[in-house]
């Protein structure tokens, strides 16, 4: 059973930046797809990022240029670095992972494993 913990999430001005961190309890990143997904209230799930094992990475449109997702294989932590971040980023952030071979940003928002969600408030 695979357990994702965030972390990171706060509150932060208009063009600044955070850093998510998404720990998992055992070794996903070899096979799964994992990625990162936001919700704000009133609003459906939306896809950030995604990370697939062969290395390659996938971006929502209105992310692209400023997050950037990454992944450290020795710690097994998936990270989430948000830059130039916008009141409309305001959202609970989730870590998500699934087994191949799905791996595209809109499909990370419906994937079998997430975590409790951290949030990122920016004004």
């Known amino acids: 059973h695979v357990q994702l913990v965030e972390s990171g999430g706060g509150s932060v001005q208009a063009g600044g930046s955070l850093r998510l961190s998404c720990a998992a309890s055992e070794y996903t990143y070899s096979s799964y797809c994992m990625g990162w997904f936001r919700q704000a209230p009133g609003k459906e799930r939306e896809g950030v990022a995604a990370?697939?094992?062969?290395?390659?990475?996938h971006y929502g449109d209105s992310v692209k240029g400023r997050f950037t997702v990454s992944v450290d294989n020795a710690r097994k932590t998936l990270y989430l670095q948000m830059n130039n971040l916008k009141p409309e980023d305001t959202a609970m952030y989730y870590c998500a992972a699934d087994p191949p071979p799905v791996c595209g940003v809109g499909s990370i928002p419906f994937f079998g494993y997430r975590g409790q969600g951290t949030q990122v408030t920016v004004s």
């Open positions: 990370a697939d094992s062969d290395g390659s990475t």
